[in-house]
Structures are given as C-alpha cells and as structure tokens.
C-alpha cells in the first residue's frame, strides 16, 4: 500500500478542482485504477478487503471525498495528514499506572454506538478509531463502555462524531485480535476529544452546571459587555501595575487611573447612557484600588516573586487559561486569581481549580528534573474588601473535562449543516434548570425562544438567516483554530517553518537591551508589533513566554516580555522556538454582527437583505440602502451588521451617533479628546 505522504504528494501534484475530483485521484492512488467509482460506492467495503487492504479510516476519507461531503480540498488534505507519523504529547504521570493500562495518544473514530439500555438497566455503549500513534498506531480499537463502569465516558459518545480526534487513557485490554484491539472503560478512564483545540478554562468554569450559556454566548458574539465588566477589566489593569511596582502611594491612584481609562472610553461610551456617573464610577475603581494595596502591604513578598497574566496552554487536555498571577519562591508556587465581583462564586472556585489542572504537567516535570516536590497553595482575592478565600474544591477532573469536551462537541455542531447535538433549552430538565436562580432562568427562556432552540420552534426568515451564516462562520472558526493546534503540536515544527510562522534555533544574547536573540537563519515572517510565543517544545509541560517583536532582522529579533522579575538568564543554556501566535477577532465580530441582525425590527431593509419578494416591501429605493455619508458614523462596542449599515437595531443614523457618547459630558469630552471614535466601517473618526 502507499504511504500516506506519497499519497498526498500526488494529490497536490495532480492539482484537482474539486473535492469529487480529490476523491478520483486517491481511488485511482490506493486501488491503481482496478476499482471504478460506481462499483466503490456501491460496495465500499471492496477497498479494505483484498487486493487492496485500506484501513477503514482512508476509506471513509475517500467516499467522503467522492460524495461531495468536504467543504474544501484542505478539508480532503487534513483527512489524509492525520495519518501520518506524529508524537502528540500526553499527560505527565505522576505516578506509574497500573500494569495492563493502556493509553492511546491519538485516534481517529470510525464507528459509534450510542447508549442503548440493556435488560439490566445499564447503558452500554462503544467507539471504533483508528489509533494514529502510539504502539498501537494503525490499529483499529474498539473500547466498550458500560454505564455502571464509567457513566461519563459512556454518555460521551453522543457528542462524538466520526473522524473526531481522541485520545483515552487507563483502558483495561479484554481481546488483542489480528483485526481489532478491544478495550473496556473502567472508573479510572477518561477521553479527551480534540485534545489540541483549546477551549477557555473560564467558559470551562461556568459550564459544569450547564452549558447552555456558553452555547448562547457564541451566538452573541461580544453582547454581553457592561459597565461592571468594564470596571472588573480596569481594575485588573491597575492590580497589575501594582504589582510591578507602579503604584506606591495613595497619590498614585489618581494618575494610574488617569493612564489606564483612555482604553476604555470607547466600551464605556456603547454602554453607559445619559445618567451614568463618571464620578461614582472612578470613586469605586479607587476604593478597589485602596482594598487591593492593604493586601499587598500585608503581603510585601509577592512584589519580588510575581509573574503576571500568565497564559498556560494544554496540549493534553485542550484547556487554555491567563492567571492573573503566579508567585514562585523557592518550591513554592502561589496562584492568586483576582475578583472583582460582589461576592465569590462556586465558579470562580472551579476556575482555580482548572488553573491548578494547567499547571500540573509543568509541575509534576519540575519535580522529576528538580528531585523535590513543589508546594501549591491557590487563593481567590477579592477587590470589595482585600480579603482572600482558599481554594474549596467543589469539582474534580473528571467534571471538568467532561465540560470541557461537550464545549468543543458544541463548537463543532454549531458548524454542522445537520446538527447531531440537539441544543438545550430553558426546562429541558427540571433537575438542572430548577438550580438556576430566576433571573438567570429567565434569561434563557428568552435565549431559547430567541434562537429557536425548543423542539417545536418555528424558523422564522431572519432565524434561518441568523442559522445559515452562523454555520459559515463556525466552520471558518474551526479551521482558524487549527493554527493554534498546529503551535501546540511539536510535530508540526517543520510545517510552521515551511508556511514562515517560526523562528528555530534561537539563543538569548547577553549583554544586549532585553530579550535579544539570535539565530541563523530567519525562516519567519515575523514583524514589529506581531504577538509570538517562546517556547522550547513541550508547551504543556515547560515555560512558555508570551511576548510582543520590537525589532527584528536577518540573524537576530528583540521580543519584549510583559513579566516582572524574568532576566535573560532565564533563557540561556538551551536554544528556543520562536512562533507567531494566531490570533483572529473575525468569528466573534461576525457573530456580534449576525446577532444583532436577529434581534433588529423587520424594516424594509432587513425585508431586502432576507429576499422578500417586492409585494411584501413598501417602496425602497436603492439609495435608502446606502450609509449616509454626511456625517461620520459610529461603531459600537457590538460591530454593527454591514446589512443594517451603520444605525443599530432600526435606528436612523442621527439616533445611532447619540448613542456614541451617553455618559454624559465628562465621559463625551474625554471620548473626543482621545480621538477613540470609530465609523461604522472601522476607521478613525476625528
């Protein structure tokens, strides 16, 4: 049979089309040209048996192919790359596992049996993949789940899909066959799915309960900004300088809060209206402020030892997260998240708990290399009062990657013309829903009728719009997403210096203006002003660090690092890895865009975008389509929909500019002087 390499080589070579055509080429590759595509389509299991002997898994890629059923030939390219030799990395033990327990770094699915109930009343279910690494690699497995055994794993399956990734760990063997490896899921086994696409360990956090509303949050795009969110952002930012020792005084509060509230005139003006108190708002900040320099006082250590927004990335279990901040002394390492909210919340608990899950490959590593073990110590603090709560575990790790993988089956479905996941809804169970407290009840039985997600919903014109270009840009989020998977991936390195996103090879260079490296040869395209990430492999389990390129040129680069207390001694010794970081604001904008279409009135002009036919339209002429260009509009906070132009939810334009600047005077003049204002198409209005 041909490699998989060789096999792709000559797709690109032949140049198809279309994915159909794709599709000819890899049947006429694998069978020679011996098995025609009407007869393959009849029968596809003639590719896996002799002469041919294909794996399932190519053979799905190719009637997928010939079906029409990817997107895209990149789509047909990716389908054909899985199968080639990788070393994805996987979790750190941190003790051996039992003798017998096996772990499958990666597999693709092939086959799934959803939960049926037997005559015992316990549900039993299955997953058939193709093992892509590992020992077992290009073995088909089949891992038989029972609900008494496993409950989480076994109602997984559902939000599986075919050719999905996973990875599983601690399966008990039952029968090693020539054609098939059977597993059986015991309590100790979980699965993580898609495990390089990082979902945030905030949404993680509040979706234990229900996920619901992360569902609507990605529908709505940025809808949910308010002055409280605001102010929470804020303080966060003067908490910071702080702790980089910008902040000493009572009399420095003032002018840090002068510096820091330029950034966010522009989202506090699209919330605030008319009554809003500048005064009151800039009093409460302060109060924070003061609440938050009593506990440093009491706390002078953490100003020598502190790392700041601490980005931590997982490759194992595809969870990503920015802790506030880090202190390590020692062999001892303290994690302190910062809250701004009214009182702590059992989420805020179990998003430390999932910061703590973040660091553990690289804690358990530091053990092994250092001989020692590392203290953990976790605190919530909080900026009403400067007092701190120990962490109170009320989740474990399998709760959390439960969410975690039902969050990427979510994300997936939502880009899926036929959705296989069938979207909660406010009262679907009573024994989730009666936990929520009224107001948040209230909030999705409106979300629910709003996006249509009740069995018995009609799909009303804006809604079947609303669905159709979300799916589009889910499927674009999805792919974007890949390049963040790729950075994660070490076997990818040679693929990200062929598409010019890498720096290899690079070493610090004593002596010049921080963090100057140097390196042979620039194989990037790297820029002034572009985010990267310095890494030496192994994401998950070594330092990583986030920086912003000042300079940079054929043989060296200059990176500054947003970190207190990090000297270039920390990089010497060994060589680095310097990557682009991706990053892509378009799906949340098109979200925000298409959400505010949904809830818009049904004017003449939603009536065009929808395709109503002229009877149903009062007369509309072209021109009433067009922006007025009179006066420079505005852009809010929510990007406004190019099909509503620049007035928001109906709205006539002078309306939409009054909206620009309604926190009153103070607020308006500090919105101009600034020169933050924004027209509806995205450049600088004076």
């Not at 936990?435 to 009728?449: A, L, V």
């Not at 610090?508 to 921080?514: C, D, K, R, T, W």
């Not at 395209?525 to 572009?530: A, F, M, T, V």
Request: charged fraction near 25%; aromatic fraction near 8%; glycine fraction near 6%.
């Amino acid at each position: 049979m041909v490699s998989v390499n060789a096999l792709a080589e000559k797709i690109l070579e032949r140049a198809p089309k279309s994915v159909a055509e794709a599709g000819d080429y890899l049947l006429e590759t694998l069978t020679g040209g011996r098995l025609q595509r009407g007869k393959f389509l009849e029968d596809p299991l003639a590719l896996m048996g002799p002469p041919y002997f294909v794996s399932r898994y190519l053979a799905q890629v190719t009637v997928r192919a010939l079906k029409g059923e990817y997107d895209t030939l990149d789509e047909v390219m990716a389908g054909l790359g899985a199968l080639s030799e990788r070393n994805p990395p996987i979790i750190e033990r941190k003790r051996e596992i039992s003798d017998g327990r096996v772990v499958l770094p990666e597999a693709k699915v092939v086959d799934l049996q959803y939960p049926v109930i037997g005559e015992n009343g316990i549900w039993q279910s299955s997953i058939e993949a193709l093992v892509t690494s590992g020992p077992l690699r290009d073995r088909e497995v089949r891992i038989s789940i029972r609900s008494d055994r496993n409950r989480t794993s076994c109602f997984l399956v559902p939000n599986l899909w075919i050719h999905s990734t996973i990875a599983a760990y601690n399966l008990a063997p039952i029968h090693d066959g020539a054609d098939k490896c059977v597993f059986e899921a015991i309590p100790e086994t979980f699965i993580v799915v898609e495990p390089l696409r990082q979902v945030n360990a905030t949404a993680v956090a509040r979706s234990l309960h229900c996920s619901k509303p992360q569902l609507d949050q990605i529908r709505r795009g940025k809808g949910d900004v308010t002055v409280q969110t605001l102010k929470g952002q804020l303080v966060h930012a003067l908490f910071d300088r702080m702790l980089e020792g910008g902040i000493t005084t009572p009399n420095d509060y003032e002018a840090a809060y002068h510096e820091a509230l330029p950034s966010f005139l522009v989202p506090l003006a699209s919330v605030t209206d008319r009554y809003f108190d500048e005064i009151a708002f800039r009093a409460d900040v302060l109060r924070h402020l003061e609440a938050l320099k009593d506990f440093i006082d009491c706390h002078p250590h953490l100003l020598e030892h502190t790392q700041l927004e601490l980005k931590r990335y997982s490759a194992t279990i595809g969870i990503q997260g920015r802790i506030d901040a880090i202190f390590r002394e020692g062999n001892r390492l303290d994690i302190l998240e910062l809250k701004t909210g009214t009182r702590l919340r059992p989420e805020d608990h179990a998003q430390l708990f999932i910061y703590r899950l973040l660091l553990s490959d690289l804690v358990r590593r530091w053990q092994r290399n250092d001989g020692q073990d590392v203290e953990i110590t976790t605190r919530l603090l909080s900026s009403i009062d400067g007092s701190f709560a120990p962490l109170r575990v009320t989740t474990d790790f399998y709760q959390v990657l439960d969410a975690r993988n039902k969050l990427v089956a979510i994300q997936y479905a939502l880009g899926r013309t036929s959705a296989y996941i069938a979207p909660r809804y406010e009262g679907f169970n009573e024994k989730v829903c009666g936990n929520c407290p009224s107001w948040t009840r209230g909030h999705c039985k409106d979300t629910s009728d709003l996006f249509g997600d009740r069995p018995d919903s009609r799909e009303s014109p804006e809604l079947e719009y609303f669905r159709r270009f979300t799916r589009l840009v889910e499927r674009e989020r999805w792919y974007a997403d890949q390049e963040v998977a790729d950075l994660l991936d070490d076997s990818r390195l040679e693929f990200r210096v062929k598409n010019f996103r890498t720096i290899r090879g690079a070493r610090i260079v004593s002596g010049e203006e921080p963090f100057t490296f140097e390196f042979e040869e620039n194989t990037s395209d790297l820029g002034c002003g572009d985010t990267v990430l310095i890494h030496a492999g192994r994401i998950s389990s070594s330092p990583t660090y986030h920086g912003l390129v000042r300079e940079v040129g054929t043989k060296q680069i200059r990176v500054s690092i947003p970190l207190k207390n990090l000297a270039a001694a920390a990089f010497e010794a060994q060589s680095w890895i310097i990557d682009r970081f991706p990053s892509d604001v378009t799906a949340e904008a098109s979200h925000t865009a298409l959400y505010d279409f949904l809830v818009a009135p049904m004017d003449e002009k939603k009536k065009v975008v929808l395709g109503f036919p002229a009877s149903q339209r009062r007369g509309i002429r072209f021109a009433q389509l067009q922006p007025d260009r009179s006066h420079p509009p505005r852009r809010e906070l929510r990007s406004v929909p190019p099909h509503l132009g620049p007035a928001r939810h109906g709205e006539n334009e002078n309306h939409s500019r009054d909206r620009t600047v309604r926190g009153g005077p103070r607020l308006a003049r500090r919105f101009h002087q600034h020169g933050r204002r924004q027209d509806a198409y995205g450049t600088s209005g004076a």
